[in-house]
T-cell receptor, first 112, second 113 residues
Framework: EAGVTQSPRYAVLQEGQAVSFWCDPI?????LYWYQQPRDQGPQLLVY????????NSQLPSDRFSAVRPKGTNSTLKIQSAKQGDTATYLC??????????FGHGTKLSVL | QQKVQQSPESLSVPEGGMASLNCTSS?????YFWWYRQHSGEGPKALM?????GDKKEGRFTAHLNKASLHVSLHIRDSQPSDSALYFC?????????????FGKGTQLIIQP
C-alpha cells in the first residue's frame, strides 16, 4: 500500500518569500491533515479537511497561511511572505474513519 | 497550558530493558489516546491506541489508561536499538471531535546497546 507522499522534502527560503507544500494522501482516505512540527516539539494541527471541505482551520497562524484540497484528494499548503518563526517541519497525514493517522515524511522548512 | 503533557523528556534504557513513558492530560474531555513513534527524518507512525481503562498489549508494547486520573503510560519490554526514537502521546475527545488529535511534546527514548 502506498503511503502519504509529500514534496518537496526540504525548502530553504529568505524571509518574505513564498513556498508551497504538496501532499498526496493514501487512496481512499477522506480526511487529510496538515501539522506543523517545530524542532523538538510535537506536531501541532494547522488545518484539516474531510473530502474537499475545510473542517477546522482555526489554528492556521495568520492570513499568510492557506490550504486547499479542491478535488478531495491532493492538498497544497502555502505560506506567503515566510518568517523565521515558520521554520519547522510540515507534516501531512490522512486517515479514514477513526483509524490511525498515517503521516508523510514531512517537508523541512528553514527560513533564513 | 499544554493539554497533553509527557514525561520524562528524555529516557535512556539498556538494550533488553524496560522503558516506561508517561502522559497526562489536563483536559477531561480527552477520552481517546494514541501512542506514536517518530524516527529521525521520518513522520510519526502509530503504535497503538487505548480507549478503555486498563491495559492493552501489542507484542512488546503495553499501554495503560486510567481515565479517572487522565493518565496513560506506555511500557516497552525487551527494548531494542530500533526502539530509539521520539515517542508522542496524542489525545482526542468528543467535544473537539475524535478527528482532532492533540499531541504532547514527546519523550526521546535512547536504547543503549
Amino acid at each position: 500500500e502506498a503511503g502519504v507522499t509529500q514534496s518537496p522534502r526540504y525548502a530553504v527560503l529568505q524571509e518574505g518569500q513564498a513556498v508551497s507544500f504538496w501532499c498526496d494522501p493514501i487512496s481512499g482516505h477522506d480526511t487529510l491533515y496538515w501539522y506543523q512540527q517545530p524542532r523538538d516539539q510535537g506536531p501541532q494541527l494547522l488545518v484539516y479537511f474531510r473530502d474537499e471541505a475545510v473542517i477546522d482551520n482555526s489554528q492556521l497562524p495568520s492570513d499568510r497561511f492557506s490550504a486547499v484540497r479542491p478535488k478531495g484528494t491532493n492538498s497544497t499548503l502555502k505560506i506567503q511572505s515566510a518568517k523565521q518563526g515558520d521554520t519547522a517541519t510540515y507534516l501531512c497525514a490522512s486517515r479514514t474513519g477513526s483509524e490511525r493517522l498515517f503521516f508523510g515524511h514531512g517537508t523541512k522548512l528553514s527560513v533564513l | 497550558q499544554q493539554k497533553v503533557q509527557q514525561s520524562p523528556e528524555s529516557l535512556s534504557v539498556p538494550e533488553g530493558g524496560m522503558a516506561s513513558l508517561n502522559c497526562t492530560s489536563s483536559d477531561r474531555n480527552f477520552q481517546y489516546f494514541w501512542w506514536y513513534r517518530q524516527h529521525s527524518g521520518e513522520g510519526p507512525k502509530a503504535l497503538m491506541s487505548i480507549f478503555s481503562d486498563g491495559d492493552k498489549k501489542e507484542g512488546r508494547f503495553t499501554a495503560h489508561l486510567n481515565k479517572a486520573s487522565l493518565h496513560v503510560s506506555l511500557h516497552i519490554r525487551d527494548s531494542q536499538p530500533s526502539d530509539s526514537a521520539l515517542y508522542f502521546c496524542a489525545a482526542s475527545g468528543p467535544t473537539e471531535g475524535a478527528d482532532r488529535l492533540t499531541f504532547g511534546k514527546g519523550t526521546q527514548l535512547i536504547i543503549q546497546p
